[in-house]
């Protein structure tokens, strides 16, 4: 029961959640910048349409990542996954992983479905995409640095 509760305080507690209910409630309130946002990016080239496929490859890089996190290549006597609260760290990987999907799945599905960006949930769902899976990469980035250098503390 500790664990469901612990996976449940690690969703919600985190910076991709805040980055998914700020995207929610702008859906919500409608501010009417977003219809000058979304006029101007349906009448922008054709490229513009590929930048929500960013959070594909930041999901691809955090994938990457999550290894050197959990298995570092300074911890060759495996001393991380010794570790007492190894589990709290893995659980947190793997959610961080889940938030990644998820912007990735949302930065595609608005990239097939509304290709010209000429709605204003559209241009909500691609901001909350790019700035959700930058904000999980920055988190899954320090990380890797905590462990590297928890990592050749504890083994030198």
Not at 19 to 42: D, G, M
Not at 60 to 71: E, P, V
Not at 114 to 126: E, Q, R, T
Request: hydrophobic share 55%; aromatic share 12%.
């Amino acid at each position: 029961m500790s664990s469901i509760f612990d996976i449940i305080r690690r969703t919600v507690i985190s910076p991709e959640f805040l980055v998914t209910i700020f995207a929610i409630l702008i859906i919500i309130l409608k501010p009417n910048f977003l219809l000058l946002i979304s006029k101007a990016l349906s009448e922008a080239p054709d490229g513009v349409k590929y930048i929500a496929l960013v959070p594909v490859g930041i999901t691809f890089w955090c994938l990457k990542q999550s290894k050197t996190i959990l298995f570092p290549s300074e911890d060759a006597q495996g001393l991380l996954q010794n570790w007492p609260n190894f589990r709290y760290l893995k659980t947190r990987v793997l959610i961080g992983i889940v938030y990644q999907g998820f912007f990735c799945v949302s930065g595609v599905l608005v990239w097939i479905t509304v290709p010209k960006f000429d709605n204003y949930w559209s241009v909500v769902v691609i901001g909350m995409a790019i700035i959700g899976s930058v904000v999980g990469a920055a988190t899954f980035y320090l990380a890797s640095l905590n462990v590297a250098e928890m990592t050749k503390r504890h083994t030198l």
